[in-house]
Nanobody, 116 residues
């Protein structure tokens, strides 16, 4: 069992940056791949970025490539998402995800709003 808590969301202007954090508790996530997803109003949840347990070979959605960076701090059992050059289309609830022993774990989400 693992609990995930996201933080760092907020309302920013286009072109601004935010750094999201996902703190895990209940078990170490150092041996598992982690990911960020997002869900905009009226849309399905979509993949944003993923990081393997090794921390090498991250993957990104085309829409965030070269703007977002996922990273992990195994010592703190935390995953981060650095988001630069935010645009109105990035507005969504952002969720942290862990896939551990064939089960998906999700946080409660953090809202990111970029007004047009």
């Amino acid at each position: 069992q693992v609990q995930l808590v996201e933080s760092g969301g907020g309302s920013v202007q286009p072109g601004d940056s935010l750094r999201l954090s996902c703190a895990a508790s209940g078990r170490s996530i150092r041996r598992y791949s982690m990911a960020w997803f997002r869900q905009a109003p009226g849309k399905e949840r979509e993949f944003v970025a993923g990081i393997p347990y090794s921390g090498v070979g991250m993957t990104y959605a085309d829409s965030v490539m070269h703007r977002f960076t996922i990273s992990r701090d195994s010592a703190k059992n935390t995953v981060h998402l650095q988001m630069n050059s935010l645009q109105p289309e990035d507005t969504a609830v952002y969720y942290c995800n862990a896939y551990i022993l064939r089960k998906d774990y999700w946080g409660q989400g953090t809202q990111v709003t970029v007004p047009s």
